[in-house]
């Protein structure tokens, strides 16, 4: 071992058994920005110049390798020695140069690995090109060097999808050469001594395998389905399918597409998501603030929603006691989350030893004082003010005095819900979103008397729930269904006012959404919503605007896909268009003497985003939600907002 050479801030290395191992130290994901650029070239160069060094490695320091190039050098005048120049210049090098990837390999950070000699791995290294995620295509070789390694069909699913890989993986698809069995420097130095001496492998000079264009077709149209219609997934496919021309002339037109991307709205909408998302779990004034330790969680109520928060909460490590009113119900409600981790278990998300653990520690009960135990209390009863509160004084008598309580509830007011605990402090809400196992969305609700390590726990909690938490104040239906409620009010103004529900939905899908508003409707069900307008038909402002369109659709027994019937038809499965609804949408018009127009799809976009906006304006100016973002994400997880166009209060700009 020598002394530790310098080459920038942030690039450094030590010299063993004459290899200079190079370490990128880059908090906090080693991003390939200037300064590492330049410390890298610096690197290169000496390895090049100095006689006595055989080769190199290059590793990151912390659990990193390189997490991508720097986002937040986007937009700002580029900085020479740019990426490309890097990557060129490891690939170039006359002696071997082997990456040591001792954690994420990311966009950029994958890209020069992909150039460098060999590539070995720690066993839980990440690997991937994610860039169409953030509106871009690799801008550093990567539709070009990839499928150089694994073919144009493989490197398609990768790019296309901006999908992770694993190791594991990495291994058997050829983007890596070997998984380090002991420790990783030490198995690179065995690497480069192999090397050393040989004719070694440039990626870029691999001839790539011929494929056969009905499958290229096959895996481009599945993603690109998917993607509806966004560019980089498009260009992405582009590039990688005329891989096989001359090196320089694809890395010239990956390098313009890659700039010319990086400068759209689509990659300013993704890249705005991607910082939300970061920067949502992160509350003003709980600085410090160290939640609370959490094992077990205990779960009332295991109907669908329970269940599938149990299931969550037992992926993330937690053990589980679940609650319900009976034995029988309980004994249920665990067969269907059994049947949840069974689904993991089949589909290859769970192996075998993973189940039973997972199952070892889920017990179900029907008594009370069962819960002792338990750290938190979620309650996923029925969504019943009076069911509620009975529940919370309950578990107050059996739960320790620190013990979280937090209720899942949707529309009740949670502050009245804390209010039924000795100890409103300990109460939070934690919405999630149906199936709970699945979505990502978390709304936690900050009620009047939270104790801010209470709130803290919560985001902990959705933390390692791999949940993404935004957090809300109180107010009916928090921020999503607040924005949603706008939302829809505003579709159903449109229908009396002269659109059709086939219209408004084409408008939706055709700005991204993946499912009309309408459709959507029909696949929930139309029962809750028209119990609930009911019991608020006595409460209603008279002078309010009512659209009684779906009222006049339920009570004709359209009650939506379950009934075969609903907004649309569905003869034989298949949504359509049905004359029916068109004639009930007409005589209601007739009714209220609406002057009839029509709606270009633009108009319908307009009018249904400006009612969102407006809404999140209004929850801004109340302080429910602390950043616009946060409303972003919450349409954009919840709601299904196209990401691509960076949710209602990003699009209005
Ligand atoms: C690219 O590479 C283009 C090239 O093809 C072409 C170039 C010519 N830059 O996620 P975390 C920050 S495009 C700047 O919570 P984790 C992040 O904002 C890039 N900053 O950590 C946060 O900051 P703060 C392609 C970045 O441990 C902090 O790091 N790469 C970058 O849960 C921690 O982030 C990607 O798309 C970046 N590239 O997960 C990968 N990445 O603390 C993006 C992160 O101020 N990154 N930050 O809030 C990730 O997926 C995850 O960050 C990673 C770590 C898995 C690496």
């Given amino acids: 071992m020598s002394d530790v050479t310098t080459f ?12 200079l191992v190079v370490t990128i130290d880059n908090p906090p994901v080693n991003a390939t920005s200037a300064d590492v650029r330049l410390g890298l070239s610096r690197a290169l160069a000496h390895a090049e110049a100095e006689g006595a060094i055989s080769g190199v490695i290059i590793n990151g320091a912390g659990k990193t390798f390189i997490g991508g190039a720097d986002i937040k050098e986007f937009g700002k005048p580029p900085v020479e020695p740019t990426l490309p120049d890097v990557i060129e210049r490891i690939e170039a090098l006359s002696k071997p140069v082997v990456a040591a990837l001792n954690g994420a390999a990311l966009g950029g950070g994958l890209e020069l690995a992909l150039a460098c000699h060999y590539r070995i791995a720690s066993p839980t290294a990440l690997l991937g090109l994610p860039e169409v995620k953030l509106g871009i295509v690799p801008g550093a070789g990567g539709t070009q060097r990839l499928p150089r390694l694994i073919g144009i069909p493989a490197a398609i699913e990768l790019i296309a999808s901006g999908r992770i890989t694993k190791a594991g993986e990495a291994l058997s698809l050829g983007i890596i050469d070997e998984i380090a069995g002991t420790d990783l420097i030490d198995a690179a130095i065995n690497a480069v001594q192999k ?87 992160k509350v003003a004034g709980l600085e410090g603030v160290d939640p609370r330790p959490i094992d077990t969680i205990g779960i009332c109520g295991l109907g669908l929603m329970g269940s599938g928060i149990a299931a969550a909460a037992l992926g993330a490590g937690y053990t589980v006691i679940g609650l319900d009113q009976t034995l029988e119900a309980a004994g249920k409600g665990r067969e269907r989350i059994i049947g949840l981790l069974e689904r993991n278990l089949a589909s290859g998300r769970l192996d075998q030893p993973d189940f039973d653990a997972q199952t070892a520690r889920l017990s179900v009960t029907a008594t009370d004082v069962d819960l002792t135990p338990c750290d938190l209390v979620i309650e996923a009863v029925f969504d019943d003010l009076d069911i509620k509160i009975d529940l919370f004084r309950r578990l107050d008598k059996v739960i320790r005095p620190d013990a979280i309580l937090a209720t899942n509830t949707s529309y009740l007011n949670p502050d009245e819900i804390a209010s039924a605990s000795k100890h409103p402090e300990r109460v939070v809400g934690l919405h999630f979103f149906s199936p709970a196992h699945v979505m990502r969305l978390l709304e936690v609700v900050r009620c009047k008397e939270t104790a801010p390590d209470v709130l803290t726990t919560g985001l902990a909690v959705a933390k390692r729930l791999r949940k993404l ?44 959404f993946p499912m009309g508003l309408f459709a959507v409707y029909d696949m929930a069900g139309l029962e809750i919503a028209w119990a609930r307008r009911k019991r608020q038909a006595a409460t209603r402002e008279p002078s309010e605007r009512y659209v009684e369109i779906a009222d006049r659709l339920c009570e004709a027994g359209r009650l939506g896909q379950k009934s075969g019937r609903g907004w649309y038809a569905y003869a034989d499965g298949k949504r359509t268009v049905d004359p029916q609804v068109t004639a009930i949408i007409e005589a209601e018009r007739t009714k209220k003497g609406v002057v009839v127009r029509s709606f270009s799809q633009a108009e319908i976009q307009k009018r249904l985003l400006d009612a969102m906006t407006a809404e999140g304006e209004a929850l801004l100016a109340e302080g429910i939600a602390a950043r616009a973002s946060d409303i972003d994400l919450v349409m954009i997880n919840g709601y299904g907002f196209p990401a691509h166009k960076g949710g209602p209060m990003f699009a209005k700009n």
């Fill in 8 to 19: 920038s801030a942030t690039v450094s290395a030590t010299t063993r058994n004459g290899i």
């Fill in 195 to 281: 090397l050393a001496g040989k004719p070694f492998r440039r990626t870029g000079e691999l001839a790539i395998a011929s494929a056969d264009p009905a499958e290229i077709d096959k895996v481009s149209g599945k993603l690109l389905t998917k993607a509806r219609g966004q560019k980089a997934p498009t260009e992405a496919v582009r590039l990688i399918a005329s891989s096989h021309r001359p090196l320089a002339e694809g890395l010239a037109d990956e390098r313009a597409t890659f700039l010319t991307l990086r400068d759209s709205r689509e990659a300013a909408a993704l890249q705005h998501v991607f910082f939300a998302e970061r920067e949502a779990p």
């Fill in 469 to 512: 938490p935004v957090v809300t104040g109180v107010t009916e239906g928090f921020i999503g269904n607040r924005i949603f409620s706008a939302y829809r009010r505003e579709a159903e103004f449109l229908l009396e006012d002269g659109a059709l529900p086939h219209e408004i939905d084409a408008a939706l899908e055709d700005y991204g």
